[in-house]
């Protein structure tokens, strides 16, 4: 069974950056899509950025280009999302979430870290 432990956010102000982590267990890594989401309080949760098994095509939101960069370590089994330029819009909990070589639904989720961006 996958496991996902996401950790990073934090409170930060407007205009400042954030590296959020992913921690990934329990299968073999390289075999999953591994994708980033989250949920402003209030909305539904959204598609933040997200590559395929093979750590390619990457894929991200209108809201995350030119800000967010999403990247992996394969020999630490991690995936990460770095934040810069952050905006009061992009308070959410964000989610790490994978899939078993494949990018249309995603299986597994981690429990969220709280991102707070204040004006």
């Known amino acids: 069974q996958v496991q996902l432990v996401e950790s990073g956010g934090e409170l930060v102000q407007a205009g400042g950056s954030l590296r959020l982590s992913c921690q990934f267990s329990g299968r073999t890594f390289t075999s999953y899509s591994m994708g980033w989401f989250r949920r402003a309080p209030g909305k539904e949760r959204e598609f933040v950025a997200s590559f395929n098994w093979t750590g390619r095509s990457t894929r991200y939101a209108d809201s995350a280009k030119g800000r967010f960069t999403m990247s992996r370590n394969i020999a630490a089994n991690k995936v990460f999302l770095q934040m810069n330029s952050l905006e009061p819009e992009d308070t959410a909990i964000y989610y790490c979430?994978?899939?078993?070589?494949?990018?249309?639904?995603?299986?597994?989720w981690g429990q969220g870290t709280q991102v707070t961006v204040s004006s």
């Open positions: 979430a994978a899939s078993f070589m494949r990018t249309d639904s995603w299986q597994f």
